[in-house]
């Protein structure tokens, strides 16, 4: 059963990283606007199709690459089972907020597109932080849940040998890859302009079924 979690979280995984660049690729043309800076000037271009099927996708993935958290908890819970509990409370709590923030994301340059046609980029920007401003606290707070708390558990976890496996296994955990995708971004190349940072959580969240298999 483990065995059959871990494989399904790690094609969650992915399917998510798939939702999110169908979501967040825009090119090295792309501008942040507005007072917030949580608009992008391509959204204006890019094909609503996308922003529909990134969405559909998060619908099944969230609950998969859940699997693998869950598959990596059940052993933990060998050992420590309160704790196993508790974090997969956290988790979970987390990802039924990753497709609300998904969700949200995709709503977003969807409300740009319709204002926009109207050519009023004032109304536009205004709609579009104040909403964000309305969903900011349970944003962060379930973001926190789902990618940071798990992540420095398990790092956690893994440093003080409770779960079996090498140090190095430390870097395979949604907050590490995305900080990792940030450096890439860091170097402003126009190949890592988007990718892989803009799906590096998601290919995070996919190492948990892995680091279960390696269990």
């Not at 399917?15 to 507005?34: M, S, V």
């Not at 000037?41 to 958290?69: I, Q, T």
């Amino acid at each position: 059963m483990i065995r059959v979690l871990a494989y399904i979280g790690i094609i969650g995984g992915c399917l998510c990283a798939i939702a999110d660049l169908l979501l967040d690729i825009k090119g090295p043309e792309n501008r942040k606007l507005g007072k917030m800076q949580v608009i992008d000037s391509k959204w204006e271009d890019m094909a609503h199709g996308r922003f529909v099927w990134s969405d559909l996708l998060a619908m099944f993935a969230v609950p998969m690459y859940s699997c693998g958290f869950i598959a990596l908890m059940l052993q933990l819970s060998e050992k420590n089972q309160r704790l196993a509990v508790i974090l997969t409370i956290i988790f979970l709590c987390g990802a039924m907020g990753g497709f609300m923030i998904h969700t949200f994301l995709c709503m977003m340059p969807t409300i740009y597109q319709k204002i926009m046609k109207k050519n009023d980029q004032s109304l536009a920007e205004e709609v579009i932080e104040s909403v964000f401003r309305q969903i900011y606290v349970p944003f962060f707070t379930l973001y926190s849940m789902l990618v940071i708390i798990p992540s420095v558990a398990v790092m956690i976890l893994i440093f003080l040998g409770i779960l079996p496996l090498p140090l190095w296994c430390m870097l395979l955990n949604p907050l590490m890859i995305q900080l990792i995708g940030l450096l890439f971004r860091a170097t402003k190349l126009k190949i890592f302009i988007d990718a892989p940072s803009c799906c590096a959580a998601s290919l995070g969240l996919a190492m948990y079924g892995l680091l279960a298999l390696l269990c």
